[in-house]
């Protein structure tokens, strides 16, 4: 948490407060750049890095989608900071129709489309001669989690290892909405997509646990504050339960990691991937008492506890690099 939230935090510039970025990344000791990438089906889509401080050199790559709604310029980063300083080279893209991207506000027709522009992104970081034999890892959180293990499948040799966050596997029943609304809702989304008229809960403040934080994170500038679209939630609905089919499928090495009072994301379904996966490299953590939010809106200790399980199970898959010149 920033050490200035104890300001009020309406007039803050950034989640971390009131310096600018580049002051903030260099009191973190890392770089960080952004841009827009153009992806083959010709969606501009912004982009970001985050990256050690020379002279340490990256141990990996790490390609990190964010959860629906949303975006990687707010509490997102706050992860991507912690690893960067950890060793590793992050990269993110706002996904479309959110953040800085091209898109209708939080309107994500087809999944499948999404997987290849974060794949075509990915692939083409892997390009830079500076990266090269760097293992590489997919980090997903929510919805990001579901798009991590897709496009896995979509190219089941071209990552080491996926870091799952509350992976949206499939929508938990507390806050699916309820028979026959999803049938109704199948049907007027032919005709009506991105009619913004769903009924759900409100997914912030079932989220995050620690009060300050949920006004952090309600501050976010480029946070979708509307209802779901309808296209959207049929479209979510849809690959989450083509991928709870599908958990025999993942073969890669993962650590999924789910708090058991999640009523966003079914820890349940967490717990099944890890029992069907065909990887012979699979970690399971369950945390007591945590919620969807495990990275930013839990407790400063339990977003320590979570983080150093992550770093852990990189640290044991990266020992080979020498990381200072």
């Not at 950890?86 to 499948?112: Q, R």
């Not at 479209?235 to 339960?241: A, G, K, M, S």
């Not at 990266?318 to 200072?324: D, H, K, Y």
Request: hydrophobic residues 40%; charged residues 20%; neutral net charge.
């Amino acid at each position: 948490m920033s050490q200035n939230h104890h300001q009020n935090p309406q007039f803050f510039l950034n989640y971390w407060g009131n310096i600018s970025e580049e002051d903030h990344y260099a009191s973190q000791r890392i770089k960080s750049s952004k841009s827009f990438y153009t992806s083959p089906r010709g969606l501009k889509l912004f982009t970001r890095s985050w990256l050690p401080l020379p002279p340490v050199l990256p141990r990996a790559l790490i390609f990190m989608v964010h959860g629906y709604g949303n975006n990687i310029s707010w509490t997102f980063q706050a992860t991507a900071i912690f690893l960067a300083q950890m060793g590793f080279a992050c990269f993110a893209l706002d996904l479309e129709g959110h953040g800085g991207s091209e898109g209708l506000k939080a309107f994500v027709p087809n999944v499948d489309s999404v997987v290849h522009d974060c794949l075509s992104f990915f692939r083409f970081v892997k390009l830079n001669p500076q990266f090269q034999g760097l293992p590489a890892f997919l980090f997903g959180e929510s919805m990001g989690g579901a798009i991590c293990l897709l496009i896995h499948f979509a190219d089941p040799e071209g990552f080491d290892g996926a870091i799952l966050v509350a992976p949206m596997c499939k929508i938990s029943d507390k806050v699916k909405p309820i028979w026959p609304i999803p049938q109704f809702l199948t049907a007027v989304a032919r005709f009506l997509p991105s009619l913004a008229i769903v009924p759900t809960a409100d997914l912030l403040e079932k989220s995050v646990k620690v009060e300050e934080k949920k006004i952090v994170a309600e501050m976010n500038p480029m946070r979708y504050r509307g209802k779901p679209r309808l296209g959207t939630v049929v479209e979510l609905l849809r690959v989450t339960e083509d991928l709870s089919g599908r958990l025999g499928d993942v073969r890669l090495p993962f650590i999924v990691v789910h708090g058991d009072a999640d009523v966003v994301t079914d820890p349940n379904v967490s717990k099944s991937l890890y029992e069907e996966a065909q990887s012979e490299d699979k970690t399971m953590k369950i945390y007591e008492g945590m919620m969807h939010s495990m990275l930013f809106g839990e407790t400063d200790e339990n977003v320590e506890i979570v983080r150093n399980d992550i770093v852990s199970w990189l640290n044991a898959r990266c020992r080979s690099r020498i990381s200072v010149r």
